[in-house]
Antibody
Framework: QVQLVESGGGVVQPGRSLRLSCAAS????????MHWVRQAPGKGLEWVAV????????YYADSVKGRFTISRDNSKNTLYLQMNSLRVEDTAVYYC???????????????WGQGTMVTVSS | DIQMTQSPSTLSASVGDRVTITCRAS??????LAWYQQKPGKAPKLLIY???SLESGVPSRFSGSGSGTEFTLTISSLQPDDFATYYC?????????FGQGTKVEIK
């Protein structure tokens, strides 16, 4: 079945780095734009980053620009989020999500992973 | 960035009630708006896309309307499974944004 599974979360000290992964299955991963969305404990959803289906374009929220990098390996059906210079305010559940239309540049998110928790604390 | 403002933040309602949630955009987003439902500890679920299109498998009691800067999500007859938090999302710009959420509670 169509599925996204995140991994790589954990507890990390401020200023350190972490890389999240999102493994896709059940669909043609290389045809879809992919996003990262996060949710701080008890708070709302915050969009983090997008990468186009072919990796040709990437966009970031201002809050993570210059610190986070989104990437993908279509041969491995995997999405990544490299998080550097982590801050306490980056503490959140991180979800990967798929755009609903193939080869689109903007669309709603029809498939979400279960999320992976990142805690930034000294 | 385009700001999305939802109202109310919390809504108390009973089973069978008609419920309406509003979402306002700081700039026109045409119809590039989605609605999601989220339950505690779970990922969001897509309900409505392109302002008024119902996602496959979503009950017909959910409907969306609006364009430009003002949008609504309506639940025609609230069911026990509908008590959750609802978010709007604009995808007009590459830097997408969500509303702050509306929690629908049992009255």
């Amino acid at each position: 079945q169509v599925q996204l599974v995140e991994s790589g979360g954990g507890v990390v000290q401020p200023g350190r780095s972490l890389r999240l992964s999102c493994a896709a299955s059940g669909f043609t991963f290389s045809s879809y734009g992919m996003h990262w969305v996060r949710q701080a404990p008890g708070k709302g959803l915050e969009w983090v980053a997008v990468i186009w289906y072919d990796g040709s374009n990437k966009y970031y929220a201002d809050s993570v620009k210059g610190r986070f990098t989104i990437s993908r390996d279509n041969s491995k059906n995997t999405l990544y989020l490299q998080m550097n210079s982590l801050r306490v305010e980056d503490t959140a559940v991180y979800y990967c999500a798929r755009e609903a239309q193939i080869y689109g540049d903007r669309d709603a998110f029809d498939i979400w992973g279960q999320g992976t928790m990142v805690t930034v604390s000294s | 960035d385009i700001q999305m403002t939802q109202s109310p933040s919390t809504l108390s309602a009973s089973v069978g009630d008609r419920v309406t949630i509003t979402c306002r955009a700081s700039h026109s987003i045409s119809s590039w708006l989605a609605w999601y439902q989220q339950k505690p500890g779970k990922a969001p679920k897509l309900l409505i896309y392109k302002a008024s299109s119902l996602e496959s498998g979503v009950p017909s009691r959910f409907s969306g309307s609006g364009s430009g800067t003002e949008f609504t999500l309506t639940i025609s007859s609230l069911q026990p499974d509908d008590f959750a938090t609802y978010y709007c999302q604009q995808y007009s710009s590459y830097s997408q944004t969500f509303g702050q959420g509306t929690k629908v509670e049992i009255k």
